[in-house]
């Protein structure tokens, strides 16, 4: 036999182990099938339990929503209530300081009509009520504007007329005619008011009078 047929006719040692290598690779790709499989396709207990925490995540999710548009809404509700309140009792104080100043003028009248109530009586009960007027607008940042003898400011001021006054500079405060008022420096009302203006010397006969030449 030469050795052509022997290599033709492997020994019963090599089949053995081609075989061996051939199951030993058969098993193997089987195992990884296998693997495969139990990755790829989860069981319908593993989905069931899936599935029930989505549910319950989402049901989580969904009522924290939920009470956050609650939340939300209650919010809106009592800011628009707030607002609503504040403009009907805004000036609520003030009207209450304004009771006591209406008492006293209500008494002043009553005062008045009494025939032996005298003149001083009656300048004293007012003086006192303008000064308890002039308390209540101080307490609530009504502030006066009497400009008299300053300078003219249109930005609080309303001019009613201007006077030709010598020795006075021009734009000056002659006389207020009615006071202004302010309210935490936003303007009320302006001050009403008579402004100079500056009178032009005339030439003296006896004046020089220089000519360009």
Do not use: C
């Amino acid at each position: 036999m030469d050795d052509s047929q022997k290599n033709a006719n492997p020994s019963p040692a090599e089949t053995e182990k081609t075989d061996s290598v051939i199951e030993a690779a058969a098993e193997l790709v089987e195992n990884e099938d296998k693997t495969e499989d139990k990755v790829a396709t989860p069981t319908i207990e593993e989905l069931t339990l899936q599935l029930a925490e989505a549910n319950k995540k989402a049901e989580s999710n969904w009522e924290s929503l939920l009470r956050k548009q609650a939340d939300y809404d209650n919010l809106q509700k009592r800011t628009a209530r707030d607002l609503n309140n504040a403009r009907q009792f805004a000036l609520e104080k003030f009207a209450t300081e304004l009771l006591a100043v209406k008492d006293s003028m209500e008494l002043g009248i009553d005062a008045a009509n009494q025939t032996e109530t005298s003149l001083d009586s009656i300048k004293e009960g007012m003086a006192l009520t303008l000064r308890m007027l002039s308390d209540t607008l101080t307490k609530f940042n009504i502030k006066e504007i009497d400009p008299a003898d300053e300078k003219f400011d249109p930005q609080w001021h309303e001019a009613m007329a201007m006077q030709p006054v010598p020795n006075v500079e021009n734009g000056t405060v002659l006389h207020v005619h009615q006071k202004g008022y302010e309210l935490n420096n936003r303007l009320l009302r302006p001050a009403r008011v008579v402004v100079s203006k500056a009178i032009e010397m005339e030439k003296t006969p006896n004046e020089k009078i220089e000519v360009e030449v």
